[in-house]
């Protein structure tokens, strides 16, 4: 086969045209630091990296899903210590209130303190995290105690009789968690323990108070402390996953790296290569058509 002068000129113009891409690819590799820029720079390696930043994402949202739960639980857990605290002060005026040697005065000034504490045990039932109420099962928006006749309150919240007591997380692909109980389940022997003690102060009977009343005040605190065993359990179980979670972002980061970001040194030494064969490609190019007609009648 002849090779025409037109075929050399269009093979010159093809080898200046790769040499000059090769130079604007690893400039563009200089400048954004990274070896893939658009598809055609490495389609397997590219599906590869976007199945990975897909990867990061879900496990970012779980990771944030998981912390929100855990401040969640660590909200509830501080609202908890705090009821154990007054229950125990309401226990000690129990104690002191079932000596027969107080007088009146004093059994009145333990009753009004006792009505205080109702007030606080109330607004600890009543504890938001944001706009969620921690201990009114589904219906989060509303506080769950409501003041009612007596000096008391009345739970109002989500029930497990109304199916609607459980708030559910979802911490993973298939990893769901009841994150809270419900106030009626709650404070419901607390209230009842304190509303006991202050009737009987308010009535004078010793006996009662410290034949029913102590044993009631046990009662609830044994309730409270269980479920802070609960609550405790439940966020060091989400700081696991949460470790967990932060573990596979970092490693599946590193391996995105690995695949899009360019080798800078390496990337300079291509680039200088390309350079190099440029100027040689523009060489080769001017020395073929150096040529005049006498060459070709030779």
Not at 40 to 67: C, G, W, Y
Not at 83 to 90: F, S
Not at 193 to 221: K, M, T, V, Y
Request: hydrophobic content about 40%; aromatic content about 6%; overall charge neutral.
């Amino acid at each position: 086969m002849r090779i025409s002068t037109g075929m050399m000129a269009q093979s010159a113009i093809a080898n200046v045209q790769t040499a000059f891409e090769r130079i604007a690819r690893s400039q563009e590799q200089m400048g954004t630091g990274r070896r893939i820029n658009r598809p055609s720079d490495d389609p397997v390696s590219l599906q590869h990296m976007m199945t990975l930043k897909n990867a990061i994402q879900r496990t970012e949202q779980f990771r944030r899903n998981a912390e929100e739960t855990r401040n969640f639980l660590g909200v509830t857990d501080s609202a908890l210590d705090e009821a154990m605290r007054l229950v125990r002060r309401a226990r000690t005026l129990a104690v002191q209130a079932a000596n027969d040697t107080i007088d009146a005065s004093v059994r009145a000034n333990l009753a009004n303190e006792v009505r205080g504490a109702i007030l606080q045990l109330g607004a600890i039932g009543n504890t938001a995290y944001g706009n969620r109420h921690v201990f009114a099962g589904q219906r989060t928006l509303a506080p769950p105690f409501e003041p009612a006749a007596g000096g008391g309150f009345e739970y109002v919240g989500g029930r497990s009789t109304t199916g609607d007591a459980d708030l559910i997380a979802q911490i993973g692909p298939s990893d769901m968690m009841v994150i809270n109980t419900t106030g009626d389940l709650v404070f419901g022997s607390a209230f009842a323990a304190l509303h006991g003690l202050r009737a009987n102060l308010e009535g004078g009977s010793s006996s009662l108070i410290s034949r029913e009343d102590l044993p009631a005040f046990d009662e609830a605190l044994t309730n409270l402390m269980g479920v802070r065993v609960q609550v405790g359990s439940s966020v060091r179980r989400l700081e696991n996953v949460v470790q967990r979670y932060e573990s596979a972002t970092l490693n599946y980061t590193q391996i995105v790296s690995r695949i899009e970001d360019a080798d800078i040194a390496r990337t300079a030494v291509d680039l200088q290569t390309a350079e190099l064969t440029y100027q040689g490609a523009l060489a080769a190019t001017r020395i073929g058509f150096q040529q005049s007609l006498l060459d070709f009648l030779r």
